[in-house]
């Protein structure tokens, strides 16, 4: 059932190109958005994510996500021990603030 699924869904993209249904969309050209961080979030998690980054608001974790991904090139870049100390410092906060999140919302999920 998958293949032909597959099939039809081609058929119908190959269909539309040829109509010129695709032209003229939002972001023709241009690179697809990165979703890499996506990839290890179901798949409802992640719609319900990239829906809320588009109307741009989004959960707690993931602006501490994007915090700690910061905090860890500062770390990668610090020159000198006591930069390197103060960089870890703010990872291991952000991370403790990361996990509480990511907690506190599976909680929720699985009420």
Partial sequence: MTR??????????RKAIAEGKLRGLEGEGKPLPDRTGEAYADMATAVAARIMAEAGVLPEEFKLKTLLEAARQSYREAEGEDARRVAMALIADLEQRYNIAVEARRRFMQS
């Fill in 4 to 13: 032909s699924f597959d099939r039809l869904v081609e058929q119908q993209i």
